[in-house]
């Protein structure tokens, strides 16, 4: 079982810059592929970013992509989602999730692959 709690939500302006934090507790946190997903209202939930269990790998939703960065610190046992330039578009819901089975580009991605959740972090952003 990995339990995962994010923080560092809130409301910002257009351009502004929000910092994700989920930290990650139960066994095998180092052994898990982690990703970020968002949900607006109404909206399906989408894939964000993920990052693989030895950070050397990561992916991006095109619609994120030079502006966000996914990191990790297993000693700390959190991953980061860094988030710069953010647009009113971005305004989601935001859920860090935990995987131990994607590694390959192609699974990264993909919610049926991440077996843990956490309860999500809310961004707004103003125009």
């Known amino acids: ?36 997903f968002r949900q607006a209202p109404g909206q399906e939930r989408e894939f964000v970013a993920a990052i693989t269990w030895n950070g050397v790998g990561t992916k991006y939703a095109d619609s994120v992509k030079g502006r ?11 991953v980061y989602l860094h988030m710069r330039r953010l647009k009113p578009e971005d305004t989601a819901g935001f859920y860090c999730a935990a995987s131990p089975t994607a590694y390959n580009d192609y699974d ?20």
């Open 68 to 78: 966000f960065t996914i990191s990790r610190d297993n000693a700390e046992n959190t």
């Open 1 to 36: 079982q990995v339990h995962l709690v994010e923080s560092g939500g809130g409301l910002v302006q257009a351009g502004g810059s929000l910092r994700l934090s989920c930290v990650a507790s139960g066994r095998s946190f180092n052994r898990h592929t982690m990703g970020w």
């Open 108 to 127: 990264l991605s993909r919610r049926s692959q991440y077996n843990y959740w956490g309860q999500g972090t809310q961004v707004t952003v103003s125009p």
